[in-house]
């Protein structure tokens, strides 16, 4: 289950699951903030509301001036290991990032695609996963997963994935060319009254996650969206670290 909560005025989720493991910080957040319309935008943005956005949200999960280790999304398959906080000053390029240093933010921005959030049983690591459908296809979620088992010798029933917000079935119309690059293919729906075929990004992605081993939780509301809104859209931020 997912619980919606409010602190500082910002409103933001927290997966019950990953509430329960000791010493992981999390949160999703969402558009709900003190200017009603609350954006967490591109790390690089000029707006100085987005900063300022960010470190209200860090502080009201109670992660305040953590630094936040940034991706340069690229929709891949590419699995960033952030050992340490120099990659919070300059964005890497890739789609998934994994640590077990405490007292850093991983995170991921999204506005339909899907965040994912990972923790080990005990705490000791953790991942943040962007998955698009081109990281979808790439596999983005699996090769996650085996980063975390492989880095730090971990079994993959100890781990644990919450699924964020992100775009559903209904209202994602993707082409031909799209379908035919998911190889998943109970991830593609099609039905009379729609002209074009339906993703299920989330769907595919719980799969990858079964198939590693992992259980999922996941719920969609209250979200900023590329498809419904276009470049006016906000960002939403999914954030995961270890308490120092």
């Not at 987005?50 to 991706?71: E, Q």
């Amino acid at each position: 289950m997912v619980q919606v909560k409010r602190e500082g005025q910002i409103t933001f989720l927290h997966s019950e699951m990953l509430d329960r493991l000791p010493g992981v910080i999390h949160a999703f957040s969402t558009r709900r903030g003190e200017r009603n319309d609350f954006s967490l935008g591109p790390s690089d943005s000029p707006n100085p509301m987005i900063h300022m956005n960010r470190a209200r949200f860090l502080a009201a999960i109670g992660a305040p001036g953590w630094p936040i280790i940034k991706l340069k999304q690229i929709h891949s398959g590419i699995v960033v290991d952030g050992d340490d906080t120099s990659a919070a000053s300059v964005a890497v390029p890739g789609d998934a990032v994994v640590t077990s240093i405490p007292g850093i933010a991983l995170a991921v921005q999204t506005a339909d695609c899907v965040p994912i959030l990972i923790a080990h049983a005990d705490g000791r690591a953790i991942a943040a996963i962007h998955a698009g459908w081109r990281g979808t296809a790439a596999r983005i979620a699996r090769s996650a997963v085996a980063r975390l088992i492989e880095k730090f010798s971990l079994e993959a029933k100890s781990l644990y994935a919450a699924i964020g917000p992100h775009i559903g079935v209904c209202c994602y119309e993707v082409g031909e060319e799209v379908a035919g690059g998911i190889a998943d293919l109970e991830a593609i729906e099609r039905r009379e009254e729609w002209m074009k075929p339906h993703l299920n990004l989330a769907s595919a992605n719980r799969r990858q996650l079964l198939e590693a081993g992992i259980p999922t939780k996941c719920r969609m509301d209250l979200f900023h969206s590329y498809r419904r809104d276009g470049r006016r859209m906000g960002h939403m931020l999914s954030v995961i670290g270890i308490v120092v």
